[in-house]
């Protein structure tokens, strides 16, 4: 009598036939890295040509000037470059950091605490994200203005901490991520709501916490407006103002156009450096975190 394989087990007749490859969808997400890469290839084939080669050599062709165009950038204005790059990390590090604290507690607490006014709270945030940043930037910089505080640092970092959407970013993800027994159970241990959060919650989040930072690094990272409209000390801009200052200049001055490009090159590299690193921490397994607690 021949054997014949139970329902739901695979028999052993043969391998299972592979799943083919959509051409289409395939096609499309090649399609959206050329897109996507086009110019990045071409900033950094741009900053290696000098300036002669700059408008004269085909627009993929590489060229000698790389060292020349770093030299001559890093001497510009005494390393003004330098500056920028610094104001621009502490903005966009600084700024990211706090915003992922308190988008982490806010969303937190949201999610997992029941009190008068919390839905209320939660709508409140779903309307703010609905509210463009350009709408915000001149009421943001009278404020400032009446309170002292335009054209310095917290001008900039301040307005970046409080962030509707990464709120909503880490209450979703902290209604998945943290099952309501876990936190109960560690109750019933004699856990208090702080150690609940610091020994539980957090290693959960973590994940989240990762995503939420990304986002408002970069976001802050590529912000020119808040500070364009809030500073006017050039040695607090970041660095899109300053290259920015740079491209009005080169209007008059054509040879800093490889300054901008070479910049502009320069300042993709902690983003890329970033993602490389933080990639790690994106973890599948919502429940590692509690285990290894």
Do not use: C
Not at 167 to 182: E, F, N, T, V
């Amino acid at each position: 009598m021949a054997a014949t394989a139970l329902p739901g087990t695979r028999g052993h007749a043969g391998p299972s036939p592979r799943r083919p490859v959509g051409i289409v969808p395939t096609a499309v997400l090649v399609l959206g890295a050329i897109y996507t890469l086009f110019p990045v290839s071409w900033v950094v084939v741009a900053a290696t040509k000098s300036k002669a080669e700059l408008f004269s050599t085909s627009t993929f062709a590489p060229g000698t000037g790389l060292l020349s165009n770093l030299a001559d950038l890093f001497a510009y204005r005494d390393g003004v470059f330098w500056l920028w790059l610094l104001n621009t990390a502490l903005y966009a590090g600084g700024g990211a950091a706090l915003s992922t604290a308190v988008s982490t507690i806010s969303g937190y607490a949201l999610a997992k605490y029941s009190f008068p006014g919390r839905n209320l709270i939660f709508n409140l945030l779903i309307g703010g994200i609905l509210v463009p940043s350009v709408v915000l930037a001149i009421p943001q910089y009278l404020l400032f203005s009446k309170a002292g505080l335009a054209d310095t640092y917290w001008s900039v970092l301040l307005p970046q901490i409080l962030h509707p959407y990464s709120i909503y970013l880490a209450r979703i993800y902290a209604q998945a991520a943290i099952p309501a027994s876990l936190l109960e159970a560690g109750r019933l241990d004699g856990a208090g709501e702080w150690r609940l959060l610091r020994r539980v919650a957090l290693p959960l989040l973590t994940p989240g916490m990762v995503t939420i930072f990304l986002f408002q690094f970069v976001a802050i990272w590529n912000n020119f407006l808040l500070p364009f409209i809030m500073l006017g000390d050039d040695h607090k801009f970041p660095l899109t103002v300053g290259l920015y200052t740079l491209l009005a200049a080169g209007a008059n001055q054509p040879s800093l156009y490889n300054l901008i490009i070479t910049g502009t090159m320069l300042s993709l590299i902690p983003l890329i450096a970033l993602f490389l690193t933080m990639q790690r921490y994106w973890r599948t397994d919502l429940s590692g975190g509690a285990v290894k607690s």
